[in-house]
């Protein structure tokens, strides 16, 4: 099956430096990667849609300046944390997407966990 | 590791029948949550089941969270197109453990 990939699967920083985190489609070509972002015990949320070559689109409240996604390949996004503060911290996952046969099947990464000192 | 399974992978069904997905857990689960994607969309949240035992109902979607918190389904009565979607369940092993999402079931629903 289908296999995503996370980097780092863990990473603890300083306020105030940039983390990124790697999203990678390793068998397959990904149409679109989603980057979500979960808080301990509450649900899943949207952050972006990435695709590739193209600017992200973003969830209403998320500031793209501030988490930038590129999508440089069709099995790589990246996403970059920057001036991390501790309310950053957070449960990172990232999904990719790949179209067959008018259909869609969305595979999940890992996910990165993020610890803001 | 942890390991979510779920079944079906895929279920077609006729509109008005009942579709049911099941998820199992190889581990005792903190809580489960199950989420719907519909084609082209990304997967939406739907419900968190925490303790033991535990039935919540949504309209014609009824969850439920099994004794021991290792296993969990999802049942929808009187199937309608709008129900055509991939549904995900996802353990939560509590602590510092990821998230570990099942792969899955598709329905789809013939008018």
């Known amino acids: 099956g289908a296999v995503v990939s996370q980097h780092p699967s863990w990473v603890i920083c300083k306020s105030g430096t940039s983390v990124k985190i790697e999203c990678r489609s390793l068998?397959?070509?990904?149409?679109?990667m989603f980057w979500y972002r979960q808080f301990p015990k509450q649900s899943l949320m949207l952050m972006a849609t990435?695709?590739?070559?193209?600017?992200?689109?973003?969830e209403q409240g998320v500031e793209k300046d501030k988490f930038l996604i590129n999508h440089a390949s069709l099995t790589l996004s990246t996403l970059t944390v920057t001036s991390a503060h501790p309310e950053d911290s957070s449960f990172y996952i990232c999904?990719?997407?790949?179209?067959?046969?008018?259909?869609?099947?969305?595979?999940f990464g890992p996910g990165t966990r993020l610890t803001v000192l | 590791g942890q390991q979510v399974m779920q079944i079906p992978q895929y279920q077609h069904v006729q509109e008005g029948e009942d579709f049911t997905t099941y998820c199992n857990s190889s581990t005792t689960l903190s809580n489960i949550q199950w989420y719907k994607q519909r084609p082209g969309g990304h997967p939406v949240f739907l419900i968190q089941l925490v303790k033991s035992g535990e039935v919540k109902k949504q309209k014609r979607l009824t969850f439920q969270f099994g004794e021991a918190k290792k296993n969990s389904s999802l049942h929808i009565t009187a199937t309608q197109t709008t129900d055509v979607g991939t549904y995900f369940c996802?353990?939560?092993?509590?602590?510092?453990?990821?998230?570990?999402f099942g792969k899955g079931t598709k329905l789809t629903v013939n008018p």
């Open positions: 999904s990719a997407s790949v179209w067959a046969l008018s259909t869609d099947t969305q595979y």
């Open positions: 990435s695709n590739e070559g193209s600017k992200a689109t973003y």
């Open positions: 996802a353990g939560d092993k509590g602590g510092s453990e990821k998230l570990v």
């Open positions: 068998d397959f070509q990904a149409t679109t």
